[in-house]
């Protein structure tokens, strides 16, 4: 593998940091992210004249924006993280699963997967968090379902390319049964691929998370997300515009630095560029 450019080296930095100000968001924040304050509500930013007992500011009822925004961001990251892990580890199982049993196993789960593709994921999403209720626990489910069906055809594709591998061959020969080749030898074969779809999904789970917060069906207070700060933002644009571009703002900044990190891995494991 290649020294990261520049770029990659900035995004990696960019998301390193981010993390960790997500995984100590309760011990950097400077105030409770829940506390009230009427008599101070839209106090600006440092940068726009405000005090550095607020440094990003506060929103309509007063609370502080910076230390809302490290709750939303551990909240958001921690939510996208699980649900991107539910997907890979359903559509994994799911792939490995059609292409050691092929048959009508695997022709049901190529089923599943056309069906999942063919239907957008949001009206999914919308129809279900709408009639079902949006539990953390049903949000939780609802996240892990997006972009399952990818890992399930790449595991697929990948894993039937390493069955014809001299080394697959051989432990077949040796009498292993199929389900014991494709976990124990092949998976570990395939697993730097399935890394790399992962940082590729991650982002758009966050992007998920947060359009279903930003509408309502997803955090609810007193918990917040980047989403929810944003939609609550929205009716103050013209008045307060921080409060809806600060978490604007830490949702590029995170989906953008994982893309580019994940483009770079997909393309540092592309054959054809070595």
Not at 65 to 73: N, V, Y
Not at 85 to 96: K, Q
Not at 146 to 162: K, N, P
């Amino acid at each position: 593998m290649t020294r990261p450019p520049l770029t990659i080296r900035i995004a990696i930095a960019a998301i390193g940091l981010l993390i960790l100000c997500a995984i100590f968001a309760d011990l950097l924040a400077p105030h409770d992210y829940r506390a009230q304050n009427l008599l101070n509500r839209f106090a600006p930013p440092v940068f726009l004249g405000g005090d550095w007992a607020h440094p990003l500011g506060t929103d309509q009822l007063g609370r502080d924006l910076l230390s809302r925004l490290l709750k939303a961001a551990q909240i958001s990251l921690g939510l996208a993280i699980l649900g991107t892990i539910i997907g890979a580890v359903v559509g994994t199982a799911l792939g490995l699963l059609a292409a050691s049993l092929r048959g009508a196993v695997g022709e049901a789960v190529l089923m599943l997967v056309d069906v999942q593709a063919a239907l957008p994921f949001m009206m999914i999403a919308l129809a279900v968090l709408a009639f079902l209720g949006n539990s953390l626990i049903l949000f939780v489910a609802v996240l892990g379902l997006y972009g399952w069906e990818v890992f399930a055809r790449l595991a697929r594709a990948s894993a039937l390319a390493a069955r014809e591998q001299g080394y697959a061959r051989a432990i077949s020969a040796f009498g292993a049964s199929e389900w014991h080749l494709y976990t124990r030898h092949i998976l570990p074969n395939i697993a730097a691929i399935l890394i790399v779809q992962i940082t590729l999904n991650f982002p758009q789970t966050i992007l998920v998370e947060t359009s279903l917060s930003f509408l309502g069906l997803g955090i609810r207070p007193p918990l917040t997300s980047l989403g929810q700060i944003l939609g609550e933002g929205r009716a103050y644009l013209l008045t307060a515009w921080w409060i809806a571009v600060l978490p604007g703002l830490v949702t590029v900044l995170a989906t953008l630095s994982i893309s580019l990190i994940g483009d770079w891995l997909r393309d540092e494991m592309d054959p054809s560029n070595r």
